[in-house]
């Protein structure tokens, strides 16, 4: 089970009084719900929550943690029910509640590198500039509900980290002091950068919640404060967060608003028009989406329709079509984590029993259609966002599942030999996304031993001798005998004559790679 199937019902459930009706829900329905997600979902030893049921606990964010940003959503969560609580008279549960959601902010602040926000790792540490801010807004918010200092210094601490950088990581924060607004992310992660005005993006996604957390401090922190001298200011007045709020909430009107349609653009890149202007992304539906003549999104649609707009597909198979400038498609979505979330929805999303697909749509996983070929290289990017057991994992499930020794053995087309060209190239344990990088992402192999004649007298080796049906997991990788810290081999390795070493296991290995 994953959380996003729940959070419809608790998004309503958590804010309902003991009398609402209107939905159909009674108040035993609103703590039932509340009570069933936390029982589902919390890792009870150490008060983060899981991803999905299939991780026994929360261990970090490869391996069964929640998103850092969905954490304090869910923190908000449980201060939901403790006011609900409050409103009712009920002081079992307002007491539950309350000591819930310290245990929370605690397991959080263990999780999280004890809440500096100047630690940067990309496991348990800060490097998002809206996953900071929405603890900013939960942690002000936690400050108003239960009066303890150490929310609001956290909280304070957290909106300085986004807005003026860290001199500690090498960033400048997320205000753009020159044109106004707010950068979503530093660039690269490992060797941050200053944001550049005229070309890096300015989301929706951190913009307004900046808007938020300004607003929610205004109405926090002590009235009479005198503002800080420090060059970096861990806190500000009362005023000061006023004229930020307002400064960015002029920004996004004027730049993410379009005045006629009402809507949110999802983000703006440098000068150029934002991104319902110069995309065929559109953030409301978070697809690459048709236009009509007037240049309007098409109305009425749907990612898994088959229509004459998108080619022998649809709206999930063509998403991911951009493999030349896949970090820019990561940041168009808006983050790592979301990129994976939406590459779990693709492969788990299976079409209704009773839709009748395109003759076309075979082989199909989720709305992932094997069987046609814009998607084939979909599976292999697990690898880009850090869960590459997953890309193993589907890559697998293919090779086993839809290649058979048989007359009908192939379960699409061939067009032009991609459908064999997608087997032998997987098979030997690697796929070219990106044919013209030179760059082959590694998925899993199919056999113990596969050598390839490269030429010039070179044999190029790729060696798995514990892989089977069952073994289909990387546990560590080697190139010529050393350990290997890619996600990809290169072409000029491969012409080179070099022996790629896998070792295997049936359960997920850890990330290998970094990439750098």
């Not at 983000?267 to 991104?275: I, T, V």
Request: hydrophobic content about 35%; proline content about 5%.
């Amino acid at each position: 089970m994953n959380l996003r199937k729940y959070i419809s019902v608790i998004g309503c459930c958590t804010v309902l009084s003991a009398s609402a009706v209107n939905d159909g829900y009674t108040n035993q329905d609103v703590w039932s719900a509340y009570e069933g997600f936390n029982k589902t979902f919390l890792d009870s030893k150490k008060y983060i929550y899981k991803t999905d049921t299939s991780f026994p606990e929360a261990v970090d964010r490869w391996k069964g943690a929640a998103a850092i940003w969905c954490q304090p959503m869910y923190w908000d969560m449980s201060m939901n029910a403790y006011r609900l609580a409050c409103k009712q008279g009920d002081k079992k549960r307002k007491k539950e509640f309350k000591e819930l959601s310290r245990k929370i902010f605690e397991g959080n602040k263990a999780q999280y590198a004890g809440f500096n926000f100047h630690d940067n790792n990309e496991n348990t540490g800060w490097f998002i500039y809206d996953d900071i801010q929405w603890w900013t807004i939960t942690l002000a918010r936690a400050y108003q509900l239960f009066g303890d200092d150490e929310y609001l210094k956290l909280s304070e601490a957290s909106f300085s980290r986004v807005w003026y950088g860290s001199e500690k990581v090498g960033d400048t924060g997320s205000y753009d002091p020159k044109k106004g607004g707010m950068f979503w992310q530093w660039q690269p992660i490992q060797h941050p950068k200053p944001n550049d005005s005229d070309r890096d993006g300015k989301m929706a996604c951190i913009n307004f919640p900046t808007v938020v957390a300004a607003m929610t401090l205004y109405n926090s922190v002590p009235k009479n404060r005198k503002p800080s001298a420090d060059k970096i200011p861990l806190y500000q007045t009362r005023e000061q967060y006023l004229a930020k709020a307002k400064e960015i909430y002029d920004w996004g009107v004027e730049n993410l608003f379009d005045k006629q349609t009402g809507r949110i653009a999802d983000s703006r890149h440098g000068q150029h028009e934002p991104a319902w202007k110069t995309h065929v992304y559109n953030p409301a539906t978070s697809f690459m989406q048709p236009r009509d003549e007037k240049g309007n999104f098409a109305a009425n649609f749907s990612p898994d329709d088959y229509t004459e707009d998108i080619c022998e597909s649809n709206g999930w198979q063509y998403f991911w079509s951009v493999p030349q400038d896949l970090d820019g498609l990561i940041g168009l979505v808006g983050s790592k984590e979301r990129f994976a979330e939406k590459l779990d929805s693709m492969f788990t999303y299976v079409p209704k029993s009773d839709e009748e697909l395109p003759i076309f749509s075979t082989g199909m996983i989720g709305q992932y259609a094997h069987g046609n070929e814009p998607s084939h290289h979909v599976i292999y990017l697990y690898n880009k966002v850090g869960q590459p057991w997953k890309t193993q994992k589907y890559v697998a499930q293919v090779l086993h599942d839809l290649y058979l020794n048989a007359p009908d053995g192939i379960c699409g087309n061939e067009d032009c030999g991609q459908m064999s060209a997608w087997f032998v190239f997987s098979a030997m344990g690697f796929y070219p996304v990106d044919p013209i990088s030179g760059q082959y992402e590694i998925g899993s192999p199919l056999f113990p031993e596969v050598k390839m004649h490269v030429g010039n007298g070179k044999t190029f080796t790729v060696l798995a001798p514990e892989v089977s049906a069952e073994n289909i997991y990387i546990q560590s990788v080697k190139l010529n005998g050393q350990p290997y810290d890619k996600s990809y081999i290169t072409h000029e390795q491969i012409m080179s004559g070099a022996t790629l070493e896998f070792v295997m296991g049936s359960q997920p290995g850890p990330v290998w790679y970094t990439n750098e």
